[in-house]
C-alpha cells in the first residue's frame, strides 16, 4: 500500500494531481491518501481513495501498514517515515507557487534529500520517475533506516547536566 499524506493545515494539489496522473498511468489500486481539506476548488483525486483527514491512530496504522510513504516535505511527515523505517518521497511546497508562505520546505529537502529512504521529488514529472524506480528498479531503494522513538542517554544526560546548572 501507498500511503500518500499532505499533513492537516493545507491542500498540496500539486502533489496530489502529481500522485493522481501516476495511479492513472500505473493502475495501482492500492494507494490512499490524507489530503486535507481541498475547500470547494481544490484538486479531489480520481483514480484513488482518499479524505481530508485521519486520525491519529489511523495514521500510525497506515503509516506501519504503507510500502512507501508520498508526502509534503514537513517535518512530521518525514519524522513518522523514519520512526517506521518506511521508504519516503517527499514533495517540497513552493512559496512562488502560492502553495506555502515561504520555501522552508525546499530548504528541508536539501537537509533530508540523499539520506537512506528517503527520495526528493521537485515536480510531477520527477515524482512519477521516482515512484516507477522505486517499484521497478533495485531493491536498495527501498531501503530506508529506522530512527529511535526517544532521544539517545548522552542527549538527555547533557541536557539534565545544563538544567542542573541553572
Same mark, same amino acid.
Given at each position: ?55 491519529? @491512530?489511523?495514521? &500510525? *496504522? ?7 510513504? %508520498? #508526502? ?7 519524522? +513518522? ?25 525546499? @530548504?528541508?529537502? &536539501? *537537509? ?7 527520495? %526528493? #521529488? ?7 520517475? +521516482? ?36
Amino acid at each position: 500500500m501507498i500511503f500518500v499524506t499532505v499533513g492537516t493545515q493545507l491542500p498540496f494539489d500539486r502533489l496530489i494531481g502529481a500522485v493522481d496522473s501516476w495511479v492513472e498511468e500505473t493502475g495501482r489500486t492500492d494507494v490512499f491518501a490524507q489530503i486535507a481539506n481541498p475547500g470547494p476548488d481544490g484538486y479531489r483525486p480520481q483514480h484513488f481513495d482518499y479524505t481530508a483527514h485521519v486520525s491519529p @491512530a489511523e495514521f &500510525k *496504522q497506515r503509516c506501519q501498514e504503507a510500502e512507501c510513504i %508520498v #508526502a509534503h516535505a514537513g517535518m512530521g511527515s518525514i519524522i +513518522t517515515a523514519m520512526t517506521y523505517a518506511k521508504p519516503l518521497v517527499i514533495m517540497p511546497r513552493r512559496a512562488h507557487l502560492a502553495e506555502h508562505r515561504n520555501d522552508h520546505q525546499y @530548504a528541508t529537502v &536539501k *537537509q533530508f534529500g540523499g539520506q537512506p529512504g528517503i527520495h %526528493v #521529488a521537485d515536480d510531477a514529472d520527477a515524482l512519477s520517475q +521516482t515512484l516507477n524506480a522505486f517499484f521497478t528498479d533495485v531493491p536498495s531503494n527501498r531501503s530506508a533506516t529506522p530512527i529511535p522513538s526517544a532521544a539517545e542517554h548522552r542527549l538527555i544526560d547533557a541536557v539534565r547536566s545544563a538544567m542542573a546548572q541553572l
